[in-house]
């Protein structure tokens, strides 16, 4: 597994959780990271996404303001800090890595297992 994603969970409306992804490759550390949800019968979709080298985020105008992607390059760790959390966010969330600056989710080379997120109104 060169991903791994943690931190899903059962909140309620209004609170927040911090998802977590961690990679095993070294070489991933220069990679373009990125979060994408799904619900089931629904294609995969962009949530954000954090550039290799400058750091630089990018959001889903659905999260925009109330997500925030950041990472721990020592640790090669990245994160999704989500709050202000509504029913609608409700998915399982996987995270991604590419060498392409990319929202398509068919483009990205890597993936985590996927963790579920569930908010409750």
């Known amino acids: 597994v060169q991903l791994q994603a943690s931190g899903g969970g059962v909140v309620q409306a209004g609170d927040s959780l911090r998802l977590s992804c961690t990679h095993s490759?070294?070489?991933?550390?220069?990679?373009?990271k990125a979060w994408f949800r799904q619900t089931p019968g629904k294609e995969r979709e962009f949530v954000a996404r954090?550039?290799?080298?400058?750091?630089?985020?990018f959001y889903a105008d659905s999260v925009k303001g109330r997500f925030t992607v950041s990472r721990d390059i020592p640790k090669h760790t990245f994160y999704l800090q989500m709050s202000g959390l509504k029913p609608e966010d409700s998915a399982v969330y996987y995270c991604?890595?590419?060498?392409?600056?990319?929202?398509?989710?068919?483009?990205?080379?890597?993936w985590g297992q996927g963790t579920q997120v569930t908010v409750s109104s």
């Open positions: 954090i550039s290799r080298g400058t750091g630089n985020t």
């Open positions: 991604a890595a590419d060498m392409d600056a990319t929202v398509d989710p068919s483009q990205f080379s890597y």
């Open positions: 490759r070294r070489t991933l550390s220069s990679y373009h």
